[in-house]
């Protein structure tokens, strides 16, 4: 059994009924529920909170749906930083990390899988990391 960090987009679509994607969304998260724990980190609270109301709408949701809740390990920042040198080596526009690099450095360094909608940036810049998305798990 693998843990699975699990990206905004995809609470984000069950929280708010997203008529296109509540249903993938739903299902791969219970699918990923059985098969090890689910994990967010600060980066994907911080971009849920804009949603809620209340911090205890939050937690209670996080609960309600048997989340944990991980602090961003050093390492991951770390090569968050260092993909971000790279992404602007490329000629990446940003002019700091993107929370995608968070986000994948985090799975990439805990050995999770990443449950995600948007393989974009985190196939291109984390290629070791196992993802779970419409195109990879229809």
């Known amino acids: 059994m693998r ?23 739903s299902m791969a998260l219970r699918d990923a529920a059985n098969r090890g724990e689910l994990v967010v980190n600060p980066v994907v609270y911080s971009e849920l909170a804009s949603g809620y ?8 949701m996080l609960m309600h749906a048997s989340i944990r809740k991980e602090e961003l390990p050093w390492d991951a920042a770390f090569m968050a ?29 805990r050995g999770y899988r ?14 070791t990391i196992e993802i779970i998305s419409p195109d990879t798990h229809p």
């Open 53 to 60: 109301a209340r911090r205890e709408e939050l937690e209670a």
């Open 3 to 25: 843990d699975t960090l699990v990206d905004t987009n995809v609470l984000l679509d069950i929280s708010e009924a997203n008529q296109v994607w509540f249903g993938w969304s």
């Open 81 to 109: 930083g260092l993909v971000y040198r790279t992404y602007r080596g490329k000629g990446g526009e940003r002019t700091r990390p993107l929370p995608d690099f968070y986000i994948g450095a985090h799975a990439s360094v």
């Open 114 to 127: 990443l449950l995600t909608r948007d393989r974009g940036y985190y196939r291109g810049y984390f290629p």
